[in-house]
């Protein structure tokens, strides 16, 4: 991988640019570089050349050749989205509006024009039926003729945001062009097929020769290149310590359960991007300050991994309570595993402190009600791909029951402060409670806004699916059931231009609350390490709706 970033630094311009030798102009050849360079940006060498290339892209904007100007934009906004200003989108819209055929698109008669501004307005959620029609008529006659862009950087782009019915035919159309073609244009095609989830088997031996084959080439293989940080050498010394702590737990077992409980052990590190499910104590240790000093690592070692078998059980199960396909037999009895080992350790890591046994047990009996409730009560019915309408909407009230099956998260913590002499009942410790529980529901909300779909497919009423019924049923009262095939884009749109509205102010609200109560809680020193996961959540949220109110601002202007 290194190879490739030096060969796109000797390959990029004194002003930033990317020249090309091949048949592309230099400002598609450079927006597609930095579309593709999103995946790999927490490298200090590649957020050079971005920033670099953005602000030449940023520069090169030219009203004479304005259509052409939304591969650029696209570029901008997929990887450095706080550079398309308000100003800049209202030009570049207006421009937009003065080219139309007829309202609504499309814009000139040239393919690749109007795929760019197609795949523009789709990341900011937009989508125009006349430029999708025109894109699937495209599809539909393998007919991919431009004069700006060939036919595999046509499938490419439109890979790229297209999810319509015409999906299995856009995937032919690039499979069978993919077994006559040799490079440059085949790794091009195998993006495209990345872009539409296809699983790939593995990079294919592909001679790089350009700084475009380059970032395709890194964004093929998946690789984010990290540089080594000091500030994490104490959290991966932790991590390392809770891998070697799980080994010796698991050291007496069969080698097929060993072998599996470690390997989903290892999966819940690698994926919790945040590492607050392994060093949730380690990060409240430095909010101490100076009175966290006396904690070692040993405590911090048997929490996190506490906390790790309690999330790994979570997840499993979860897979099975939803009836999930991915769900996988074999792992079921590591669940298991895990949830009697952090039961034993919160039932023995305080043994005189008898309250605290009884609070955890309670917890314990809250939390598998709550899954009870939510299997009984937060299921509906989908026949045929219709799903059927509930007679009575479910009221979630103030999402109690959707921090119940997280609530473990808080066990180590309180562990923590009982340790230093805090009582149970005392406000720092309601305080800590009320700071996770509040943002541990706005990080539910956010989730079940990215996963409306699956869960409405599956019949699940996550919160936001019942937002968005019930958004529904106000545009179609009549309405007893929702066809998840030919009711999809009336569902996107109201999800999109509604729903989406509530859930991510209903997020706002809770890490509002989160962060009220982690204020008021007088032991911590230093409030920044537990801060930034109410941040998180709160980034999430606040960027689907600014996403929003740019789509509605988008719509709006194009008069749709």
């Keep these: 991988m290194k190879n490739l970033i030096d060969l796109l630094i000797r390959s990029q311009n004194s002003d930033g640019s990317f020249s090309s030798n091949q048949e592309y102009p230099s400002l598609l050849f450079s927006s597609l570089i930095l579309i593709e360079l999103e995946s790999v940006n927490d490298n200090k060498k590649v957020v050079d050349i971005k920033n670099k290339l953005s602000a030449w892209l940023l520069k090169n ?51 690749g024009i109007n795929i760019f501004i197609a795949y523009f307005l789709a990341l900011n959620k937009v989508t125009l039926p006349k430029l999708q029609a025109l894109i699937e008529q495209a599809i539909t006659k393998n007919n991919f003729s431009s004069k700006i862009i060939n036919r595999y950087l046509a499938m490419y782009l439109i890979a790229k945001f297209y999810r319509g019915p015409k999906k299995e035919e856009l995937l032919s159309c690039i499979t069978n062009s993919l077994r006559k073609l040799d490079t440059p244009h085949r790794i091009i095609l195998l993006s495209a097929l990345k872009s539409l989830g296809v699983k790939l088997k593995g990079p294919e031996k592909i001679k790089i020769s350009s700084a475009l084959e380059a ?57 919790n991007k945040d590492r607050q499910m392994s060093l949730i104590a380690y990060y409240l240790k430095l909010a101490l300050g ?11 070692v048997k929490i996190g991994l506490a906390n790790i078998f309690f999330w790994t059980a979570f997840i499993i199960y979860d897979d099975f309570w939803d009836e999930d396909e991915s769900a996988i037999p074999s792992i079921l009895p590591s669940a298991n595993l895990y949830a009697r080992h952090y039961v034993d350790f919160y039932s023995q890591v305080l043994p005189d402190n ?22 009984k009560h937060c299921r509906a019915k989908v026949i045929n791909s219709k799903f059927v309408l509930p007679e009575k909407l479910l009221d979630y009230q103030n999402y109690e029951n959707k921090f119940r099956p997280a609530s473990g998260q ?5 562990v923590m402060l009982l340790k230093l002499g805090l009582k149970l009942g005392s406000a720092d410790l309601n305080y800590l409670t009320y700071y996770f529980k509040y943002y541990l529901i706005a990080m539910q909300i956010n989730d079940d806004a990215h996963d409306w779909l ?19 049923q106000k545009a179609y009262p009549q309405s007893t059931q929702i066809n998840l095939i030919s009711d999809l884009e009336k569902l996107q749109k109201i999800f999109w231009f509604q729903t989406i ?16 109560a982690l204020n008021k809680i007088n032991c911590l020193e230093d409030k920044k390490p537990l801060a930034k996961f109410t941040d998180i959540a709160e980034n999430v949220a606040q960027e689907a709706l600014d996403k929003q109110k740019q789509s509605l601002d988008i719509l709006e202007k194009i008069k749709l």
């Design 61 to 111: 904007i030219s009203p004479k050749n304005s259509l052409a100007n939304f591969i650029i934009l696209a570029a901008l906004k997929r990887s450095q989205p706080n550079l398309v200003g308000s100003k800049l989108l209202s030009e570049a819209l207006s421009n937009l509006v003065s080219h139309e055929n007829q309202e609504g698109g499309p814009y000139g008669p040239d393919l």
């Design 215 to 271: 970032s395709l080439f890194l964004n093929l293989r998946n690789k984010i290149i990290t540089p080594s940080k000091a500030n994490d050498y104490q959290e991966l010394r932790l991590i390392k310590k809770i891998l070697n702590e799980a080994k010796t737990r698991f050291a007496y077992l069969g080698s097929d359960l060993k072998k599996i409980a470690l390997s989903e052990i290892k999966r819940t590190l690698k994926t």
């Design 290 to 300: 100076n009175k966290g000093l006396i904690i070692e690592d040993d405590l911090l």
């Design 354 to 375: 008898p309250e605290f046994k009884i609070f955890f047990h309670k917890l314990m009996d809250q939390l598998d009600a709550a899954n009870t409730w939510e299997t």
């Design 410 to 414: 808080i066990l180590g913590p309180l």
């Design 454 to 472: 699956e869960d409405l497919k599956r019949g699940h009423l996550s919160t936001v699916v019942v937002m968005l019924i019930s958004d529904w």
């Design 501 to 516: 509205k509530q859930a991510s102010q209903t997020a706002l609200l809770y890490t509002k609350k989160s962060r009220q």
